[in-house]
């Protein structure tokens, strides 16, 4: 079974523009939750949809935004890029009812601002 | 808030032998759960263990354990018979419930040595 699939793998962008990022989960798995990467943040929460709908919220501007598709396919969108936006985008997509609710991580979107 | 906390910013072991990464956390929760999960160099993060609050008994994966301790919301992670391919940043999560976004801890780095 193919894991998640993240895309673009490496972005660069300027101070201003807005982004979009992609996401594939696992075949079956209907939620899909996204991470920012920083080395002084770590690892924090963005949001998480289910069945196309945010079900969940991190600590984050109403720059960044999401979408979930039929598909389960996701993006997130960041507007009016800063340059603390740097980071490494991590989705990781869940199957609902599992037991441990685990999630499985793609490779990540390595976005640079300039 | 949930927080989890890594208190070993860098560890180093000799290859073959045992180590173990320590982890810390913070809720007031009894329904939750707990993860290792490790991110080698440039490479995705894999789920390396699991933890269930409500089970007593440590999980295992082959040469990976944790020693959890409920009372002490601690959960330390040991790597027996460490590889070079185990070298990583390994990250401890924290779930609450049977849904919900992770809480990460800030990562321990762990270089295996031949």
């Known amino acids: 079974k193919a894991g998640v699939t993240q895309t673009p793998r490496y972005l660069i962008k300027t101070r201003g523009q807005q982004v979009t990022l992609s996401c594939s989960p696992i075949s079956g798995h209907r939620s899909v939750s996204w991470y920012q990467q920083t080395p002084g943040q770590g690892l924090q929460f963005l949001f998480e949809?289910?069945?196309?709908?945010?079900?969940n919220k991190g600590n984050f501007p109403g720059r960044f935004s999401g979408r979930q598709f039929s598909n389960s396919r996701s993006e997130m969108n960041v507007s009016t890029l800063e340059l603390g936006d740097s980071a490494l985008y991590l989705c990781?997509?869940?199957?609902?009812?599992?037991?441990?609710?685990?999630?499985?991580f793609g490779p990540g979107t390595r976005l640079t601002v300039t | 808030a949930q927080t989890v906390t890594q208190s070993q910013p860098e560890m180093s072991v000799q290859e073959a032998e045992t180590v173990t990464l320590s982890c810390t956390y913070d809720?007031?929760?009894?329904?939750?759960?707990l993860f290792w999960y490790k991110q080698p160099p440039s490479r995705q993060m894999i789920l390396v263990i699991r933890q269930e609050a409500y089970k007593q008994q440590n999980a295992t994966e082959n040469r990976f354990s944790v020693n959890f301790q409920k009372a002490a919301k601690s959960f330390s992670l040991k790597i027996s018979d460490s590889q070079l391919g185990d070298t990583a940043m390994y990250f401890c999560a924290f779930r609450e419930g049977s849904q919900g976004n992770l809480i990460f801890g800030k990562g321990t780095k762990l270089s295996v040595k031949p």
């Open positions: 949809y289910f069945s196309e709908t945010q079900r």
């Open positions: 990781a997509s869940s199957l609902i009812g599992a037991r441990f609710y685990e999630q499985y």
């Open positions: 809720t007031s929760e009894n329904n939750y759960y």
